[in-house]
């Protein structure tokens, strides 16, 4: 696939150009948005219980190894919950189910939905469960509890995701762990001295966790790298959309856009209140920096990709019912959504141009009528790899089973607080936060319609509706 998409696409109308001009459009386009007030159809269905996001909150996101180093994932967790309540002001026992995401389990806390709803005060009657499906887990959580609502077993569930990449599981050799587990059975002393005996140094080396496929053996690094050759993005294209990711999150911050986020008194360390991984530098800085991933041809960077983050979301979802018995004034519907899977090994992070044209077709919308868009960015080359599949005729004929294309989302609507490359990446918490910017987009900018898209591991991908709620 990659010689053909490499010969075949290298003419998409996405230049490196029109890459420049990312920042310089997207900073001007707030207030040309807020004068394009939506009056479209809504998309209730006649029969269907209305689903809506009554607010979310997200811990601030923190480059692993600083500040939060010496917490546990229950420990983010819990502080989201907690920070969920205090905004909502909602009684802890009028929840009907917790769901939570997570990636990388802490092994103390498999469950960790339980063990952080517990230390955040909700009752011990509350179910809670743990959902994992990578980048998209909170995603997961949110749909699951759409599912329970829609289905008339809830009326009200939290969902979250909590990530902790400060401090992740490190496992001895395979077989170092079958001569202890062995060493715990054997019964007599000469048993023992036996097993003691058969250690080699070999056995002391450890297994390091590394974001790779199991399928493919192949680290997301070095297949972003590869999907980026593909697709012929240039390194250039990549650097300058990693510059439009931090700028923006920056007049994000600055301008006091990222209302999700809440304060954090971190247990012995200051108070937390914003993102730290910010940091708009200039086109000649990423230039210097070398390839992280295929050595020395590569054009994936440290730069260009996102970060090892801790963090961790939640978010209260409701039936429209309950939310306005309960005196809520909700900030948007949960509308249709999917899930997507394909090759794990060439189309890894293709999620987004798989996803987005079969919620739209669900939702009988099309691309014009989207006035928000948010998309994980895991790395600037994944996105733009995905912009250019989406504008190819070629690639929707050819890999989608499709007559034309997709098309691409327009710049001046996509992505304009920021995006994972800037904010953070917490593999389970980042759907939350996509889902709650959009919302808080839609009500900023008067429009109508968001769509939230993302890949993960595992050549998946998902994509969401959200409709705003009339204010």
Known sequence: MASMLLTSLRSSPLTSVQAAQFAARSLSTSVHLQAQAKSKKTLAKPGVKNIVLVDGVRTPFLQSGTTYADLMPHDLARAALQGLLNRTGLPKDAVDYIVYGTVIQEVKTSNVAREAALGAGFSDKTPAHTVTMACISSNQA?????????????????????????????????????????????????????????????????????????????????????????????????????????????????????????????????????????????????????????????????????????????????????????????????????????DPKDQLLLGPTYATPKVLEKSGLTLNDIDVFEFHEAFAGQIMANLKAMESDWFAQTYMGRKTKVGAPPMEKFNTWGGSLSLGHPFAATGCRLVTTVAHRLQKEGGQYGLVAACAAGGQGHAMVIEAYPQ
């Open 142 to 342: 949110m749909t699951t509890a759409v599912g329970l609502i829609a289905a008339g077993q809830c009326d009200a569930v939290v969902a979250g995701g909590v990530e902790f990449m400060s401090d992740v599981p490190i496992r001895h050799s395979r077989k170092m762990r079958k001569t202890m587990l062995s060493l715990n059975k054997a019964k007599t002393l000469g048993a023992r001295l036996s097993l003691l005996g058969s250690i080699r140094l070999a056995h002391l080396s450890p297994e390091l966790p590394a974001v790779a496929e199991f399928s493919t053996a192949e680290t997301m690094g070095h297949s972003a790298d590869r999907l980026a050759a593909a697709f012929g993005v240039s390194r250039l294209e990549q650097d300058e959309f990693a510059l439009r990711s931090h700028t923006l999150a920056k007049k994000a911050q600055d301008g006091g856009m990222l209302s999700d986020v809440i304060s954090f008194k971190v247990p012995g360390r200051d108070i937390v209140s914003k993102d730290n991984g910010i940091r708009p530098a200039t086109m000649e800085q990423l230039a210097k920096l070398k390839p992280a991933f295929i050595k020395p041809h590569g054009t994936v960077t440290a730069a260009n990709s996102s970060f090892l983050t801790d963090g961790a979301s939640a978010v209260l979802i409701m039936s429209e019912e309950k939310a306005l018995a309960m005196g809520y004034k909700p900030k948007a519907y949960l509308r249709d959504f999917v899930y997507v899977s394909q």
